[in-house]
């Protein structure tokens, strides 16, 4: 069995990783054989701000550490190899892209690619939470997400691991190259 799971769920600091702990558990006893593939934060969440493309900002949790944001492309190949080849049993492959980012950086490499401003407007927990309610999310995600930011907002998030490239061949998408592939989604 793989399963994919989050950042860091075995240390529960977040809504998520609260809800894949338990999970975690139960499979690490079960007998089974297991894999766990945690993550860390998603590329593809920057596709989910629209206010990119239509005020070249975006606003998320305050958070001013960098991350390793990973493609769900480089964790698909990941886990599809885990399930095609012996080895993987009983170990846990920590998920990341090439490099760490904050959100402020991430705003600069857009920038750059799209060769217009984009800037990060880091908003405290309770103006973040008004904000995305406002969008219409469900009060949950709202707080499961507000709780993340608080847990990796001084760091935590910064590992950058070799898991992708060890395990496809491939080096994991960067920031950029993602950019440039949904300049679309931004443009």
Request: some cysteine.
């Amino acid at each position: 069995m793989v399963k994919l799971s989050d950042w860091r769920a075995d240390e529960g600091l977040s809504p998520i990783a609260r809800l894949h702990q338990p999970v975690e558990q139960a499979l690490v006893t079960s007998g089974l054989s297991w894999t766990i593939l945690p993550p860390d934060f998603y590329l593809q969440n920057y596709l989910c701000q629209p206010s990119i493309r239509e005020a070249g900002e975006f606003s998320l949790p305050l958070i001013t550490a960098p991350m390793s944001f990973v493609d769900v492309g480089d964790i698909a190949r990941v886990a599809a190899r885990v399930l095609a080849t012996d080895g993987h049993h009983g170990r846990v492959y920590d998920l990341t892209g090439p490099k760490a980012l904050t959100y402020a950086g991430a705003a600069e490499e857009q920038s750059d690619v799209l060769g217009r401003p984009v800037r990060y407007v880091g908003l405290q927990d309770d103006e973040a939470r008004a904000a995305m309610l406002s969008r219409g999310m469900p009060e949950f995600h709202v707080d499961a997400l507000t709780g993340v930011a608080r847990a990796y907002r001084d760091g935590g998030a910064e590992t950058v691991t070799s898991t992708v490239a060890d395990l496809t061949g491939r080096a994991p998408l960067g920031f950029t190259d993602f950019l440039r592939r949904n300049r679309n989604s931004f443009e």
